[in-house]
């Protein structure tokens, strides 16, 4: 059965701070997905990883994944008060896409 | 081009009546994914639905929960008789097959007191 971790599970952190997020699983997987999720609201596509060395960037967030590791992390860059929100990483390892194993989250608090 | 649509957004039960949770995918979407949300924790697969089809349903519950989506119209998740611990948010995902990934609706906040 496919098991994702993901640690910190609660990050409260200043801004302009750097961080990493990470995210195991248990088998080998397709794809891996990351999300954020603002209270209340539904999941917001972030970053999709599909091979090992996979590194991609979107403002202050980067995503890369380490298959041999069974290992994602999302680091955060100087980070700011609009990227406090819950994050989840996902994983595909059936070959449907969108059958996802989710992590149990990372509540990220940026303060002033 | 609207995304998926959940319908209703938040809906309170009392204990023992039925839930019905709408999904209109996105236009071109044929395929359907259903997922709750437990309070802090990530979501999880309930099942998986092509048009007119129940593809994979491993992560339905065996009793009171079931789900369809007809030619015409949208999915549905149906849960008869909730009890607390069905409370929880329920997500639909669409996409056009399932090699694609899927876009998540707003969800569905489902009370039951």
């Known amino acids: 059965e496919l098991k994702v971790e993901q640690n910190p599970l609660f990050l409260s952190m200043q801004e302009g701070k750097n961080y990493t997020i990470y995210c195991n699983y248990s088998t080998t997987s397709d794809r891996l997905y990351w999300y954020r999720q603002d209270p209340g609201k539904s999941l917001e596509s972030l970053f999709v990883l599909l091979s090992n060395g996979a590194v991609k960037q979107e403002g202050r967030l980067m995503a890369s994944l380490d298959t041999k590791a069974r290992l994602s992390t999302l680091h955060i860059t100087a980070a700011v008060h609009d990227l406090s929100a819950t994050y989840f990483c996902?994983?595909?390892?059936?070959?449907?896409?969108?059958?996802?194993?989710f992590g149990t989250g990372t509540r990220l608090q940026v303060t002033l | 081009n609207a995304g998926v649509m959940q319908n209703p957004r938040h809906l309170v039960r009392r204990r023992g009546q039925e839930a019905r949770l709408r999904c209109s995918p996105m236009k071109g979407h044929s395929h359907v994914y259903w997922y709750r949300q437990l309070p802090e924790e990530g979501l999880k697969f309930m099942v998986y639905?092509?048009?007119?089809?129940?593809?994979?349903e491993s992560g339905m519950p065996k009793e009171r929960f079931s789900a369809e989506f007809p030619k015409e119209g949208p999915s549905i998740l149906r849960i008869q008789q909730v009890v607390r611990g069905d409370s929880a948010a329920y997500f639909c995902?669409?996409?056009?097959?399932?090699?694609?990934?899927?876009?998540f609706g707003q969800g569905t906040r489902l009370t039951v007191v």
């Open positions: 995902a669409s996409s056009d097959n399932r090699e694609t990934e899927a876009f």
């Open positions: 639905l092509q048009k007119e089809n129940i593809i994979d």
């Open positions: 996902a994983v595909d390892n059936t070959g449907t896409a969108s059958k996802l194993t």
